[in-house]
Each structure stands twice: as C-alpha cells, then as structure tokens.
C-alpha cells in the first residue's frame, strides 16, 4: 500500500491511545433520555412510485429535540408479516435522495429504513428533506465544526441522537420486526451506525463500511482530507481551542461507541483511503466488542467495495439475519 498510513501488519494491531471521556454514558443517557421524551409516533405515508416490485414510505419520526426527521421505508411489494429492517444513514454532505436510489436490500428481501441526515443534502446525490433548526457559532465550512466547542451544542449530538431514533422508529412500524433490526452506512454513515450499535440495545447486525469519526487525534494527524481538515483548518484560526475541541469530539468518537457494541459485525476498510485513514477504522474495529469480521479492500481509496461491499453484506446477512419463508 501507499505511505499514507502504518503497514497492514501494525494496523491489524493498532489501538487508540486517547482516553475517554469519564462521563461518556452519563452524558449520552441523558441526551437520549431526553430525546426519548417525545412519543415515537411516526408519520408513514405510502408514494406512488414506478417501481413494482417494492413498496415505498415516506416516514417522519421525532430526533434531537423531537425535531422531524425524514426517512424512506422500502419493502418488498406484496410481502405479509413483519420483515427484518436495514436501517442505513448516509455519507457526509448527502441527503436520503430519492426512492428510486435505495433497492438493493428491499430486493433481497428486507425492509429497508434509509434516514435523512439533518441539515445536509445539497453537495452531492439528489438532494434532502430534513432541516437542523439549530444555530451554531463561528464555524468552518462544513458540519464538523458546528457547535465544536461545547458538547451541548455540537452538530454531531443532534445527528447521533437521530441515528439512534431511527432505530426506535424502526422498531414501531408495522412492516417490521423489532427483534430483527441491523444498522449500516459508509463514511459519516459508519459512523452513525456504530453510534446506534453502541447507544441501541437488541441489534442483531452492524455494518458499518469505511467509518468517519473514528481515533479524531490520530485521524486529524493522518489526514489532511475533508472532512477532517475542517478540524484542522478550524483550529488554525481557534488557536487557543485545540483541547476543548478534541474534548467535544471525544464524546462521538467511534472508538467508544465501538467499545460498547455488542451485536455481530461486519466491517470494511480500504488501505489507500485518505479521507478515513485506514489506522482510524481499526482503531474502532479493534476496539468492538462484539463478534466482529472485516472485509480488507487493499488498493482501494475512499469508495471502497462498493458493490463487492453490497453483495458481501447481502451474504452476511443471509447467515446472520435468516429470513422469513414469506420474504423469500
């Protein structure tokens, strides 16, 4: 591989070195418990689509401060009795698209849950639904620095809470199993999904693919790249912020999530991935507490396996998460 990150043989055996917080499952039990104050009661309306071969949902259930948060539910068309659920967030910068976007796990037979990503949608894809109501401070283009200097008020609390909502919402609708529910997502989506892992209890399956958010100090060192590099360029000019910073960032570091997850998992990683150096996703994957695998893709960036991901997920899946007769 590349000198953009440690040889294969030490990242198989890399650990994070930065501590964790002391307050980290205080601080996050109360966020939720208080999320958690508004009913889960989502809105499920069925969309007219061309496709006929799923049925689609548009779904709004109540996140961060019960602010509206928008979703796709796909499921087989035709299919009886409650089915296990994908539940996916997206990558940085992306919003839920349109249905037409989301087949693949709707087609092998799953309900199919993808979430909005608050206050994002408008730099790649086809576009999002899903407002952030809340202000921030003196930021850096981007999201990552949102709000960076108080836990209280940073962008990534209202977008965790949401990813571990998604997952109560999940568990409410009629289409689904709530004994069956898996987590995934690539990039800010790995991150996400191993939020939800480490904050949602009775996952049967996490997937999460090239995750961001992971080993913040380790990662901001190794990689100039957007997003980390609005970290670093926001430091450039907060000179006197660098602790108060990491110390906000420490409460949504992946590798702490990763620590509390106990559901099987399949990770991926990619070896020249600039964005999420590969050391960064190790780092949560060595630190995951569950069963775990990792599918190594050694000359690929930042996309990683892409569809060869997708039809080992869908394997997985098959031995993980058996389906019903009647979703077959």
Known sequence: MPGIDLPLAELVQYRSTTPEPA?????????????RTVPMAPTVVRVPTALRLVETYDVTFPGFAGDPVRAWLTVPAGATGRLPVVVQYNGYGGGRGLPIEHLG????GYAHLFMDTRGQGSSWGSGGDTPDPHGSGPAHLGYMTQGIESFETYYYRRLITDAVRAVDAARVLPQVDPERIVVTGGSQGGALTLAAAGLSDGLVGVMPDVPFCCDFRRAVQVSDSEPYGEISR??????????????????VDGVSFAARATAPTLFSVALWDHICP?????????????PKQIEVYQFNDHEGGMAYQLERQLAWLGET???PPTAR
């Open 23 to 35: 307050d980290f499952d205080e601080v996050w039990a109360a966020t939720l418990a208080q999320a």
């Open 105 to 108: 796990f709707a087609n092998a």
């Open 234 to 251: 926001y430091l450039t000019v907060h000179r006197r912020s660098v602790e108060q910073v990491f110390s906000t960032l420490a409460y």
């Open 278 to 290: 590969p050391s960064t996703v190790y780092a949560a994957y060595n630190a995951y507490a569950g």
């Open 321 to 323: 998460v058996a389906l």
